[in-house]
């Protein structure tokens, strides 16, 4: 299966949450964990345009729980997953990109 770009940083402070994004493709998945779970409280304009887009050609989003909970963030645009789900996506995707 394709690559995991894995965002760990605030999308408000850098931007490799974008560049993952732009840069994903059908079968990849773009996985936000630490900092990079932060893009669910507010998602800049741009960057939803995108996920949306992305989506719709076959890109999967995925946040993991663990950073969800530990900020007191609810709720996810996406697929969220625990530490084990976190071990199986690196597993599956060919190439995992940081």
């Known amino acids: 299966m394709g690559r995991l ?3 760990s940083t605030s999308p408000f402070k ?3 949450s974008r560049t993952h994004i732009y840069l994903a493709r059908k079968d990849d998945g773009v996985i936000f964990i ?3 779970v932060y893009v669910s409280l507010r998602i800049p304009d741009d960057i939803a345009e995108k996920i949306e887009e992305k989506k719709k050609e076959g890109v999967k989003f995925y946040a993991l729980k663990e950073d969800l909970e530990a900020r007191g963030i609810k709720g996810f645009f996406g697929e969220i997953v625990d530490y084990d789900g976190f071990l199986e996506l ?4 060919d190439k995992v990109i940081h």
Do not use: A, D, L, S
Request: glycine share 8%; aromatic share 8%; net charge neutral.
């Open 90 to 93: 690196i597993e599956k995707h």
């Open 14 to 16: 850098r931007t490799e």
């Open 5 to 7: 770009f894995i965002v």
């Open 34 to 36: 630490q900092n990079g």
